[in-house]
């Protein structure tokens, strides 16, 4: 069956830390891969989407960058936290162009 | 480019009541597809109800159905007999060939028992 796995659930980090999100996928090859964040009762905001190894697209200027090491992992990374980068952060696949599926979700608060 | 325009920041709706969440898109491509997520407090993101453009028939799913405008770019959500568990933001989403998945703002709806 396909199955993402996103980890850690929750996550407190000092400022300047550094930062690192997995996402993995199961069950499928080649998926369209996606990190959005959300802030408190907002919309969600999509940072990176990936269509391939290598192939990472930034939609939003920022302090994050992510990475595509394997075709089904996709990693959310920051050098230095910023407080602005507190959220809750969702990784999403698309097996096909008609599906769409997430994972648990990271809240992530920057102290 | 795609975008996703939900105008209803907030609504409400008593129990056992139907009630409609508006949504409207925009699009360069043909082939396209439509999405409601919802999202209770535990913030997972549940996919209510997709609807594939090329399909002029609505999508149903037991209480949900949507109301598909292809020319008019719109796609509303219906929820019959609501229910207190349907209590939850509403996001409406479209995907389209490689581009990303676009969402809209979302809609807070409340239900009144």
């Known amino acids: 069956s396909q199955t993402i796995h996103q980890w850690p659930a929750t996550l407190v980090q000092p400022v300047g830390s550094p930062l690192s999100l997995e996402c993995t996928v199961e069950?499928?090859?080649?998926?369209?891969l996606y990190w959005y964040r959300q802030a408190a009762g907002r919309g969600l905001q999509l940072l990176f989407y990936?269509?391939?190894?290598?192939?990472i697209s930034s939609e939003v200027p920022q302090n994050l960058s992510a990475s595509r090491p394997q075709d089904r992992q996709f990693i959310l990374s920051s050098k230095k936290l910023l407080l602005s980068d507190s959220g809750f952060y969702l990784c999403?696949?698309?097996?096909?162009?008609?599906?769409?599926?997430f994972g648990q979700g990271t809240r992530l608060t920057v102290v | 480019a795609q975008t996703v325009t939900q105008s209803q920041p907030e609504m409400s709706v008593q129990e056992a009541e139907t009630v409609t969440l508006s949504c409207t898109y925009d699009?360069?491509?043909?082939?396209?597809?439509l999405f409601w997520y919802k999202q209770p407090p535990s913030r997972q993101m549940i996919l209510v109800i997709r609807?594939?453009?090329?399909?002029?028939q609505n999508a149903t799913e037991n209480r949900f159905s949507v109301n598909f405008q292809k020319a008019a770019k719109s796609f509303s959500l219906k929820i019959s007999d609501s229910q207190l568990g349907d209590a939850a933001m509403y996001f409406c989403?479209?995907?389209?060939?490689?581009?990303?998945?676009?969402f809209g703002k979302g809609t807070r709806l409340s239900v009144i028992a």
């Open positions: 989403a479209s995907l389209a060939g490689n581009t990303p998945l676009v």
């Open positions: 609807q594939e453009a090329y399909k002029q």
């Open positions: 069950g499928t090859s080649n998926p369209n």
């Open positions: 999403a696949w698309s097996p096909d162009r008609g599906k769409a599926f």
């Open positions: 699009t360069s491509e043909s082939d396209y597809y």
């Open positions: 990936s269509v391939g190894i290598g192939q």
